[in-house]
C-alpha cells in the first residue's frame, strides 16, 4: 500500500477530495506522496537513519545504498530478515502519518465548528 501512491497521503487524499491541501502535515512540503514520505520528508530523517543503522548491522554491502523505490524494493526481497526491518520501518512511517492525519483532520473539525 505505501508504494502504490494510495494511503494516507496528502496527495492521495487531496485527489479523493478528502483534504483540502495535498501538503505534507508533517514537514508542510507542497506534496506529500509515498516517495516524499519515505525518502524525502525531514520529519522522519530520523526514522530513515534508523532503518539504514538496522539494515548495514545485518548486511554491510546496504552502507552505500542510495535509498529510492526501486533500491527499497530489492532490498526488501534480499531475505525475511531484511523484509522484516523494511517493512517494520514503513509500518512506523504509516503509524506516525495516521497519528499526523488525525490531528489535522481534528484540527480542522474545530475549525468548521466555529
Ligand atoms: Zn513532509
Request: aromatic residues 6%; neutral net charge; proline residues 4%.
Amino acid at each position: 500500500m505505501a508504494l502504490s501512491g494510495h494511503g494516507n497521503f496528502g496527495s492521495y487524499l487531496h485527489r479523493i477530495g478528502k483534504r483540502v491541501t495535498p501538503a505534507c502535515p508533517d514537514c508542510g512540503a507542497d506534496e506529500d506522496t509515498p516517495e516524499h514520505a519515505i525518502f524525502i520528508c525531514p520529519t522522519v530523517a530520523d526514522m530513515r537513519q534508523s532503518l539504514r543503522q538496522a539494515l548495514q548491522n545485518i548486511d554491510s554491502s546496504l552502507s552505500q545504498v542510495e535509498w529510492s523505490a526501486t533500491t527499497f524494493a530489492a532490498v526488501m526481497f534480499k531475505s525475511v530478515r531484511h523484509s522484516k526491518i523494511v517493512l517494520q520501518h514503513l509500518h512506523d512511517i504509516m503509524q506516525r502519518r495516521f497519528t499526523a492525519e488525525s490531528t489535522v483532520a481534528a484540527s480542522n473539525s474545530t475549525i468548521s465548528l466555529r
